[in-house]
C-alpha cells in the first residue's frame, strides 16, 4: 500500500513544523537574552541537533496523524450529514 499526501493534507501536517520551530525560535531567543548558558537553558544534554529531533519528530507525528484519522473524520463527518 502506497501512502501519499494530497496537498490539503500536506498543508495541514506543516502547520506543526511551523509552529516546532517557531518554539525553538523562541527558546533560543529567551536563552539569549536571560543571560545564562543557552545550554543549560535549553536543556539540550550536549545534542546540538535537538532542535532539529524536536521539529522532526513533529513532523513525523503530525503526518501519521493526519493519514491515520482522515478515514475516521470522514466517516464520522458522513455520518452526521447523510446523503439526501
Known amino acids: ?29 529567551v536563552s539569549l537574552n536571560t543571560g545564562e548558558s543557552g545550554d543549560d537553558f535549553l536543556g539540550t544534554r550536549g545534542d546540538i541537533w535537538d532542535a532539529q529531533t524536536d521539529m522532526l519528530t513533529a513532523q513525523i507525528g503530525a503526518t501519521l496523524a493526519v493519514l491515520l484519522f482522515s478515514k475516521i473524520q470522514k466517516k464520522s463527518i458522513s455520518r452526521l450529514n447523510p446523503p439526501v
Open 1 to 29: 500500500m502506497i501512502l501519499f499526501l494530497t496537498y490539503k493534507k500536506f498543508k495541514f501536517s506543516n502547520i506543526s513544523l511551523v509552529i516546532s520551530a517557531f518554539h525553538e525560535l523562541i527558546k533560543w531567543l
